[in-house]
């Protein structure tokens, strides 16, 4: 399936990139988690596509999908990661596609058109970036790692989702190279799979953020898990790393 699922995400990039260089019309989902018309048709676009060739997956789109519970066998689709950088023109966008079976990922592809960057992995078959393969960074010393992270929509009631990563930035900040906040879940991954970021984590993710970027990670030789070091599932806390800082950045993340 790797033809037909690169090149069904390769038309939708097309559709992103004509967005992206467009006027747009903006809406709020909240206070500041926006949608346009973008995302809804591509989103529309995903469905039609998948259905054809995956028919025994149910789709799991974040514009259309409104059940509480997830699927086992399900494709995952964020039609615009990183809306917010769409809107203000910053090339930090892309679509992402995660396929599950027995929810378990087996197949993830994330394209952003506008760098022409498309990473794709498979089960057990590693992880590319334009069909040529990647792995994960050597770093060993977290005090030499680049690590990335974002921030959620609960930041504006200042929650406990806000103070979590404000204190967990006090923690982890002085004992890290750098933290990069791109704002596409995403890419974060696939920078973390391809050794630009030696890690990321984020909290209150949703699974169409991450269903393609974990298995690219793993297939890149990484490790992901929820920030107690556990099997991550949707709606933990998602650390991803080369799996050489793993553990230390696990002691510097704070309980949740």
Request: glycine share 8%.
């Amino acid at each position: 399936m790797r033809n037909e699922l690169t090149a069904i995400i390769r038309e939708a990039g097309e559709m992103l990139k004509e967005g992206y260089y467009s006027k747009k019309c903006v809406s709020f989902k909240s206070e500041v988690d926006l949608v346009t018309q973008y995302d809804i048709e591509i989103e529309k676009f995903l469905t039609k596509r998948l259905k054809e060739i995956y028919p025994d997956f149910e789709i799991v789109g974040e514009e259309e999908y409104s059940e509480s519970r997830y699927p086992s066998n399900a494709i995952f689709v964020d039609p615009i990661d990183g809306t917010t950088n769409f809107v203000h023109g910053i090339p930090f966008v892309a679509v992402s596609i995660g396929i599950f079976k027995d929810s378990e990922p087996i197949e993830g592809a994330v394209y952003n058109p506008v760098l022409d960057e498309l990473f794709y992995a498979k089960k057990g078959e590693g992880a590319f970036l334009n069909k040529e393969p990647i792995e994960v960074s050597a770093a060993t010393l977290l005090q030499k790692s680049l690590i990335a992270t974002g921030f959620p929509y609960t930041k504006v009631t200042k929650g406990r989702d806000y103070r979590w990563v404000i204190e967990t930035m006090k923690e982890l900040l002085p004992k890290t190279r750098d933290i990069r906040r791109l704002g596409s879940a995403a890419i974060d991954l696939c920078y973390t799979a391809k050794g630009i970021f030696d890690g990321f984590y984020e909290i209150n993710l949703k699974p169409w953020d991450t269903a393609a970027g974990i298995l690219i990670v793993e297939e890149a030789g990484g490790r992901v898990s929820n920030e107690k070091g556990e099997k991550y599932r949707f709606g933990d806390i998602v650390v991803a790393s080369n799996g050489k800082v793993h553990e230390d950045l696990l002691k510097n993340i704070a309980r949740y």
